[in-house]
């Protein structure tokens, strides 16, 4: 069974904390992707990579960043966490090779307070 | 970039009826249209797809019918059941073999079944 695993479901932090999401793949997919997902505002791209220390913005990097040091490995940081940045965070893969379905975590319900 | 418009945000219809979502994009470049479902407190999975070379596809009760000229597609939901019970999301991508291929999704509609 295909697996995107995501290492917290829910985080509560605080307003100008750093914040890590962390989410590994067991497929040997290529590309990886962070999405945020909004009552309303559907599920927006905000970073995703193509290959090891490989990224490409989405369409709303503002106030995030990645690191992918392992093709399984693919990291959302929150540089300085905002209250705005309240949302469910949802990390996927694919293969590029015959391209079809995306695979999805169980998502990370990020709360700032 | 690829933008995609999806319509109604909610729908509500009767066990037995059937319930259609529309969606519209902006790249006539995309050539991948698939379409997700999301139950509560669940992650999305892929429930059907569509390629651009296919004008209707249909598994079971849903089918997807594409028009590349007027750019939109759609999901058609026949028979609905108490399970059809969900957000549904639609999406587009050029669906090229390439490096940095990506989704783009649409907003979203809450569908539900009335018993």
């Known amino acids: 069974d295909v697996k995107v695993t995501q290492s917290s479901r829910y985080l509560v932090k605080r307003t100008g904390e750093k914040v890590f999401l962390e989410c590994v793949q067991d497929?040997?997919?290529?590309?990886m992707f962070w999405y945020r997902q909004d009552p309303g505002l559907g599920l927006r791209l905000i970073y995703f990579?193509?290959?090891?220390?490989?990224?490409e913005k989405g369409d709303i990097p503002e106030g995030y960043s990645v690191s992918r040091e392992k093709k399984e490995r693919f990291s959302l940081i929150l540089e300085s966490a905002s209250t705005n940045q309240t949302s469910m965070y949802l990390c996927?893969?694919?293969?590029?090779?015959?391209?079809?379905?995306?695979?999805f975590g169980e998502g990370s319900r990020l709360t700032v307070l | 970039g690829e933008n995609v418009e999806q319509h109604p945000s909610t729908l509500s219809v009767q066990e037995g009826d059937s319930a259609v979502i529309k969606c519209t994009y902006s790249?006539?470049?995309?050539?991948?249209f698939p379409w997700y479902k999301q139950e509560l407190g669940k992650r999305p999975q892929l429930i059907i797809d569509?390629?651009?070379?296919?004008g209707e596809k249909k598994d079971q009760r849903i089918a997807v019918t594409l028009n590349k000229t007027a750019k939109h597609f759609s999901l058609h939901i026949t028979e609905t059941q108490p399970e059809d019970s969900a957000v549904y999301f639609c999406?587009?991508?050029?669906?090229?073999?390439?490096?940095?291929?990506?989704?783009?999704f649409g907003t979203g509609t809450r569908l539900t079944i009335i018993p």
């Open positions: 990579s193509y290959d090891v220390k490989m990224k």
């Open positions: 996927a893969s694919w293969t590029t090779n015959n391209i079809g379905e995306l695979f």
């Open positions: 790249d006539s470049a995309s050539n991948y």
């Open positions: 569509i390629r651009s070379n296919v």
């Open positions: 999406a587009a991508s050029k669906g090229e073999n390439f490096g940095n291929e990506k989704l783009t």
């Open positions: 497929m040997d997919h290529e590309n």
